[in-house]
């Protein structure tokens, strides 16, 4: 089946760098999805994308749909301690498909 | 708008035995979406559900199943439970499935840890 490749699988960053982690697929997506989860909860969603080349942002974060439509990436810019947790994305091909997840950027943050 | 509710949060069972979950959609919203977490695995999809008709299904065991209410509010069971199911069982639901755009966007419940021993 498909399947995204999610890098990197952890990063440990200092409180106020920047962050970035990106998501590829050997085949096309319609949508991209960004989901935060914090430990014992479900994904909450951050960032949707839902065309080709797109550039969405959700206050310190921001993420781009790739033109390919086979990448996407997240940026956190001055990451601050509650930005741990891990980061999923995910691809759809289209709404009669079921989501598509990467196994998730697990992020530290040292004060 | 209340979010995704899943009961109970967590829940022990042992070897052999079955188990039911429950989820409730986001107000509004008529796709639910089941999926398996876990350490190894990560997010694999079990079933998707939109107006008490299972739309699609993922590549597991028929111990696993499903069902929607006329409410939108589903259940999941598993029957005959091995350790290999301990896992965290997450929700989703969406207003429409099958549209593309912000109508199909996932919204994710607190999940059920489930244990089995």
Same mark, same amino acid.
């Not at chain 1, 080349?53 to 033109?67: K, M, Y």
């Not at chain 2, 398996?36 to 008490?52: I, K, V």
């Not at chain 2, 299904?57 to 696993?64: H, L, M, S």
């Given at each position: 089946g498909q399947q995204l490749n999610q890098s990197p699988q952890s990063m440990f960053i200092q409180e106020g760098e920047d962050v970035s982690m990106n998501c590829t697929s050997s085949s096309i997506f319609n949508t991209w999805l960004w989901y935060k989860q914090d430990p014992? &909860?479900?994904?909450?969603? @951050? %960032?949707? @994308?839902?065309?080709?080349? &797109? @550039?969405?942002?959700?206050?310190? /974060?921001?993420?781009?749909?790739?033109?390919?439509?086979?990448?996407?990436? /997240?940026?956190?810019?001055?990451? %601050?301690?509650?930005d741990v947790g891990i980061y999923f994305c995910a691809g759809q091909n289209s709404g009669n498909t079921p989501l598509v997840f990467g196994k998730g950027t697990r992020l530290s943050v040292i004060a | 708008k209340a979010g995704v509710t899943q009961t109970p949060r967590y829940l022990i069972k042992t070897r052999g035995q079955q188990v039911t979950l429950s989820c409730s959609p986001i107000s =509004?919203?008529?796709?639910?979406?089941? !999926?398996?977490?876990?350490?190894? $695995? =990560?997010?694999? #999809?079990? #079933?998707? !559900? #939109?107006?008490?008709? $299972?739309r699609n299904? =993922?590549? #597991?065991?028929?111990?696993?199943s499903g069902r929607q209410f006329s409410n939108s509010r589903s259940e999941m069971n598993v029957s005959t439970l091995e350790l290999g199911d301990s896992a965290l069982y997450l929700c989703a639901s969406s207003f429409i499935p099958g549209l593309a755009g912000d109508t199909d966007t996932q919204y994710f419940g607190p999940g059920t840890r489930l244990t089995v021993l």
């Open positions: 014992g &909860e479900g994904p909450v969603l @951050l %960032i949707a @994308l839902y065309k080709a080349g &797109e @550039l969405t942002s959700n206050g310190r /974060l921001t993420a781009q749909f790739g033109i390919t439509r086979k990448d996407s990436f /997240l940026n956190i810019s001055a990451s %601050i301690p509650s | =509004g919203h008529r796709s639910v979406s089941w !999926y398996q977490q876990t350490p190894g $695995q =990560g997010l694999q #999809f079990l #079933f998707e !559900y #939109f107006s008490e008709t $299972q299904k =993922g590549n #597991f065991p028929g111990r696993f």
